[in-house]
């Protein structure tokens, strides 16, 4: 199937089981620019990629204006680029890193919209902030002036059975809701990849990432 087929068949999935409107990001790492193009020419309008240098070689070739996500980990000496590339950052999970990305945008005159990543299950495996240190990290972010807190993301345990994805993306959409009810411009709650995306739309995600269903595999020698 055809990257825009694949599309139609995600795009269909999520509008059958949405609460509210779901921004769909594709996520192109590990896939050659032409992928990319090709995601934009069947309608894809924001793009998700990993890691900073790989996305700045496939934006640079582009000839139309997209939505820019960078969706994973990220390192404090890679804020610069990151600010200067990206229109959203999903990967903010420490007050270390809020600092330096505040630095960064201060330095290029923008206003930085990033979510915090929370890990939600404590998985050593992953980023993300716990719970429990959620507030203190929000509350550090909202005194930084060139930050602007958009929401939540979040990366589900890769669970032999997804259905066990549900109560967390459940919890999340709870945390998500009683931030929101006092919040300005805080209006994403990321979360959902391929083998899971359904299941967190129907637990009121807005925002999904995602790149196998779309793409394939992904090459690793890209
Ligand atoms: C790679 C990646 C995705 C997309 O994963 P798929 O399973 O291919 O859909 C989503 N989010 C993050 C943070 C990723 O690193």
Do not use: W
């Amino acid at each position: 199937m055809s990257v825009a087929e694949n599309l139609k068949k995600v795009i269909a999935t999520i509008d059958a089981v949405k609460r509210e409107p779901v921004t769909l990001t594709a996520v192109t790492k590990n896939h050659g620019v032409e992928v990319m193009r090709e995601a934009i020419d069947a309608g894809v309008e924001n793009i998700g990629e990993n890691r900073i240098q790989e996305a700045i070689e496939k934006f640079e070739t582009l000839d139309r204006q997209v939505t820019k996500h960078l969706i994973g980990h990220l390192q404090t000496n890679k804020v610069k680029p990151a600010v200067k590339n990206f229109d959203l950052i999903h990967s903010v999970d420490s007050i270390h890193l809020a600092e330096s990305l505040n630095k960064a945008a201060l330095a290029a005159g923008k206003i930085q919209d990033i979510l915090i990543q929370v890990n939600l299950a404590k998985e050593d495996s992953k980023s993300g902030i716990y719970e429990e240190d959620l507030p203190e990290l929000v509350a550090a972010v909202e005194e930084m002036k060139n930050l602007r807190l958009r929401g939540l993301m979040t990366i589900a345990p890769n669970f032999p059975d997804v259905e066990n994805c549900r109560p967390l993306f459940r919890k999340m959409r709870k945390i998500f809701d009683e931030m929101k009810a006092t919040r300005k411009n805080f209006d994403f709650l990321s979360m959902g990849m391929t083998h899971d995306y359904k299941i967190a739309v129907e637990e009121g995600s807005n925002m999904v990432r995602v790149g196998t269903a779309i793409f394939g595999e992904r090459n690793y020698n890209v």
